[in-house]
């Protein structure tokens, strides 16, 4: 049972356009949402992250929207770099077990 | 950040040999340390919780003898693969919780680099 989904396993845009990075949840025992980057062969490394009592959370280019009733997240990157390129997890934790749940990823692909 | 430091970053081995993969945590105590699975493409798996000074907790499905997870200080935890098979090539991470108050409110896990198992 896919408790994380990210529906999407791949975006391209176009360097300085949004990227728009989405992820689902089955669970509304999560209380806090974490985005990870990753690039292959190597672990991820922590981006952003917004706890369940809030619903937008910026850093930079970075803003992680959410949607507690349609148990939804979004990822904005705004203006996208070719460096952005990589794949993007989003993961759900509840903090009484202290358990991160992955979602499946999306490669994003920023072109110049 | 802190930095958690994962040994080897690559190892490849003969069906039927054991593996040790070592996780550190250079710059913090880490009170807890998870272990993931990723395959190609798929998502990152969390196999185990291990707690300094306790029996790790396995995920459904994970096979507790194969997988033996030793976290015997604040800064050390290890897996290690025994009697490997093919089927156990994958891609091994491991991640550490800070005992510092202020990261643990943050949520935050960092990551190892990683450790891609190739079994022969």
Same mark, same amino acid.
């Given at each position: ?112 | ?23 550190r ?32 907790? /396995? ?14 200080s604040?800064t050390l935890s ?13 891609? /091994? ?28």
């Amino acid at each position: 049972d896919q408790q994380v989904k990210q529906n999407s396993p791949s975006l391209s845009v176009q360097e300085g356009r949004i990227s728009i990075l989405n992820c689902d949840y089955t669970n509304s025992m999560f209380d806090y949402f974490l985005w990870y980057k990753k690039y292959p062969a190597e672990g991820p490394t922590f981006l952003i992250s917004i706890s369940s009592i809030k619903d937008k959370n910026e850093d930079g280019r970075f803003t992680v929207f959410l949607n507690k009733s349609a148990k939804h997240l979004s990822l904005h990157i705004v203006p996208s770099q070719p460096g952005d390129s990589a794949v993007y997890f989003c993961a759900a934790l509840r903090s009484n077990t202290g358990k991160l749940i992955f979602g499946q990823g999306t490669t994003l692909q920023v072109k110049p | 950040g802190a930095v958690v430091s994962q040994h080897p970053s690559r190892v490849i081995c003969k069906s039927g040999t054991s593996v040790k993969i070592e996780c550190r945590s250079l710059d913090f105590q880490a009170t807890t340390m998870f272990w993931y699975r990723q395959f190609p493409k798929k998502s990152l798996m969390l196999m185990a919780t291990s707690n300094e000074g306790s029996k790790a907790t /396995y995920e459904q499905g994970v096979e507790k003898d194969k997988f033996l997870i030793n976290h015997a200080s604040l800064t050390l935890s290890t897996l290690t693969v025994t009697s490997a098979h093919p089927e156990d090539s994958s891609f /091994y991470i491991c991640s550490a919780r800070a005992r510092w108050e202020v990261l643990r409110r943050a949520k935050v896990l960092f990551f190892g680099s990683g450790t891609q198992l190739s079994v022969l």
